[in-house]
C-alpha cells in the first residue's frame, strides 16, 4: 500500500494570493460587464448569499459589485428574470445560485416535499391548496393576498400570514421558484412555468453532488478543507472526504499545510498552487457576507482578521461598529469601515474608522487613506445610484 504524499508547506501570504485568484478579487474587472457579468459571476463563485439588511444595499448587490466595477441591480433582476441564468435557493444560506446547478438541489427539494420542512410544520393542507390555486393563475407576491387571518409567530422570523408559509413552503419543495425581486419584495411563480420547462431536470446523485460541492470550492477558494467546502454542512463531510482521498490517489490532488493551521487537512489541484501577484493598489470594500469573510475561521487563518459581526451585539460591547466592513487593499485586510447610507440626505455615513493589521502602522498611511478614501467616493456612488 503506497503513503500518502507529505503535504506541502504553504505560507499563508500565498493562500492569500491562491483565495483571492479564486475570488476574483486579483483584478478590477475579472467578468466583464452587464448582466452577463452577473451570470458568469454566480457561475464563478458557486453562489452569492442574500440578506435584508440594508444599512448599506444589501449583500447580494454588494458582493456583485465588488467583482463587477459597472455592476448595476437591474443585471441582477435581469439574470434572474430574463435570461433566467440564475435562481434563488438554500445552500448554507439563502443564495443565488447557477441557473445550470439546478439538478444539485433537486434531491433537497424532493426531500422537502416527502418529509415536510422543520421551519413550515404549521402549514396546513388548505394553506397549500390556496396558495397553489392562486400561484397556477398566475405570478404573485405576498401582497396580492389580503384575505388571511393573520396567526401567532412560532419563532421571530416567522411571517404571521399563513398565505406567506405556504409560498416558502412551496418554494423548499420545489413546486414554486422566485422569478423576480423588488427589494425583499418577492414574486412567486410555478418552477416549470418560469424556466418554461415541461418537467423537472432529472436530480443529481448522492455522488454527482458530492463532486459537484469539491469542485465549486476548489473553483472559488483554491486551498480548501472539510469545513470550507461543506460550510454548515456537516452530513456531507464523509462523503467528500472519501473522494479527496481518490483524487489524491490519482494526483489531481495534493496535501497542503498551511502556516498555522495546525492538524486542519488542507487540499489543492497542483496548477493552483502557483503565485499569483495581487495589485497592492486594489481596493474592495467587502461586505461581512462575502465568500472571503463569511467562514470566519478559515478568514483568520489566512488573513489573520477575525471578523466581528456586531448588528446583534449592544452598541456599548461593539469594537468595530453595527455593520462594519473589511477593507482589502491589495492581499491584506487593514481596516473595518461601519457604514450607514442615509437615503434622504444621499450621503454615505462614516460611523467609525478602524485600522487593523498593516493599516496600523504609521509608515505609509497617508497613502493608504487616500487609496480607501478613493473607493469609498466609488461604493457612495454605488449605494446612491437608481
Avoid at 260 to 265: L, M, S
Avoid at 290 to 309: E, V, W
Wanted: glycine content about 4%; hydrophobic content about 40%; charged content about 25%.
Amino acid at each position: 500500500m503506497s503513503r500518502a504524499p507529505k503535504p506541502l508547506s504553504l505560507p499563508t501570504t500565498l493562500a492569500r494570493q491562491i483565495w483571492l485568484r479564486a475570488q476574483r478579487l486579483d483584478t478590477r474587472e475579472p467578468f466583464g460587464k452587464g448582466a452577463q457579468a452577473v451570470t458568469e459571476a454566480v457561475d464563478h463563485l458557486g453562489y452569492v448569499q442574500i440578506d435584508t439588511i440594508n444599512v448599506i444595499e444589501r449583500c447580494h448587490h454588494h458582493i456583485l459589485f465588488s467583482r463587477i466595477p459597472s455592476y448595476r441591480r437591474a443585471d441582477l433582476r435581469h439574470a434572474q428574470s430574463v435570461d433566467k441564468s440564475v435562481f434563488e435557493y438554500w445552500t448554507h444560506a439563502l443564495s443565488y445560485v447557477p441557473s445550470g446547478d439546478f439538478r444539485f438541489f433537486l434531491p433537497a427539494m424532493r426531500e422537502h416535499k416527502r418529509e415536510g420542512h422543520r421551519w413550515y410544520a404549521s402549514v396546513t393542507p388548505a394553506d397549500t391548496r390556496k396558495v397553489m390555486r392562486l400561484l397556477r393563475a398566475g405570478p404573485l407576491t405576498i401582497r396580492d393576498i389580503e384575505d388571511d387571518v393573520l396567526s401567532e409567530k412560532e419563532h421571530l422570523w416567522q411571517s404571521r400570514k399563513p398565505s406567506k408559509r405556504a409560498l416558502q413552503l412551496a418554494f423548499y419543495t420545489g413546486v414554486a421558484t422566485i422569478s423576480a425581486r423588488q427589494g425583499m419584495l418577492k414574486t412567486y411563480d410555478l418552477m416549470v412555468r418560469h424556466f418554461g420547462w415541461d418537467k423537472l431536470p432529472k436530480p443529481a446523485s448522492p455522488r454527482e453532488i458530492t463532486a459537484y460541492l469539491l469542485d465549486r470550492a476548489l473553483r472559488s477558494q483554491g486551498v480548501v478543507s472539510l469545513d470550507s467546502i461543506c460550510h454548515l454542512d456537516a452530513p456531507s463531510k464523509k462523503a467528500v472526504a472519501s473522494l479527496i482521498a481518490s483524487r489524491v490517489r490519482r494526483g489531481e490532488l495534493v496535501p497542503v499545510a498551511i502556516e498555522g493551521a495546525g492538524k486542519q487537512e488542507h487540499w489543492a489541484q497542483p496548477a493552483t498552487l502557483e503565485p499569483h501577484e495581487v495589485s497592492p493598489d486594489l481596493v474592495h470594500i467587502l461586505s461581512p457576507f462575502d465568500p472571503l469573510i463569511i467562514q470566519r475561521k478559515r478568514t483568520n487563518l489566512i488573513f489573520g482578521y477575525n471578523h466581528l459581526f456586531e448588528a446583534y451585539v449592544p452598541k456599548a460591547k461593539r469594537k468595530l461598529g453595527y455593520f462594519a466592513l473589511p477593507v482589502l487593499v491589495g492581499d491584506e485586510i487593514v481596516a473595518a469601515l461601519d457604514l450607514k447610507t442615509d437615503r434622504q440626505a444621499k450621503k454615505l455615513l462614516m460611523q467609525k474608522w478602524t485600522w487593523l493589521g498593516q493599516g496600523k502602522k504609521t509608515a505609509g498611511r497617508r497613502e493608504l487613506k487616500q487609496k480607501i478614501e478613493d473607493e469609498l467616493d466609488r461604493f457612495e456612488r454605488f449605494q446612491l445610484a437608481e
